[in-house]
């Protein structure tokens, strides 16, 4: 499964797991030139709580086969188009009640599929070459604050 593509699973439901919180987080470090949360995430798993997946087509019938597991706002932000928080919506798909529904078993595949765990090993670097960017910027920064003082003390 692709980052920020449209994926149609065999029962027809579109959906896409969206990287913009995590863009979004990434855009905010560097314009206030801090590492802040960016440091907190360290390993692809972690990545899961900056994700979203958001539902395209095929909402109405997905609520329906699984039902028993969505609340009320879930069910709107499903059938709304609205992003839902990755783990969330993982969390509609059990293994053992999936013989009921494809669409879990196909969600289980995918996310556990090497072209899945790749990307986001590469998002994850994405993130530290940010991060080292920062420090360098920050040493530099306060290196250059620092000769400022020195200069003005002479």
Known sequence: MCLDKIHTLRTGVSLEIS???L???IAKAINRHELSELA???SPADLHEYLSVIVYSGAEELVLRRQRWINQKLKQDLT???PIQFNRFSNLFWRNLDEDDPDG????QLIASDEFQVQLTMLLNKLRITE???????????????????????
């Open 19 to 21: 990287t913009t919180v």
């Open 23 to 25: 863009h979004d987080l």
């Open 40 to 42: 907190t995430i360290r």
């Open 80 to 82: 709304a188009q609205r």
């Open 105 to 108: 078993d196909e969600w289980q």
């Open 132 to 154: 080292r960017n920062l420090l360098q910027y920050q040493e530099s920064d306060l290196r250059l604050n620092f000769e400022v003082m020195q200069g003005g003390c002479r």
